[in-house]
């Protein structure tokens, strides 16, 4: 992991959420945290990759390609 990014996470998360205003929002873990992440892995198993397996499944006879 690249250090700007922990830097980042640091000063936007971290510092963010100390400040009593912010505190309601960071405190909801499961509304910000758990997408992030969902959005985090399908960005790093590559754009279209569901898509792609998909078609790899058919053929261009339109028959389906074994397994």
Do not use: V
Not at 35 to 63: C, M, N, T, V, W
Request: one cysteine or more; charged letters at 20%.
């Amino acid at each position: 992991m690249n250090w700007g990014y922990i830097s980042a996470l640091y000063s936007t998360l971290l510092l963010n959420c100390i400040q009593p205003a912010n505190i309601k929002a960071c405190l909801q873990i499961q509304d910000w945290l758990i997408p992030a992440a969902h959005d985090y892995i399908r960005f790093k198993e590559g754009i279209y990759a569901s898509e792609k397996r998909s078609l790899e499944q058919f053929r261009l006879d339109g028959r389906q390609t074994k397994p």
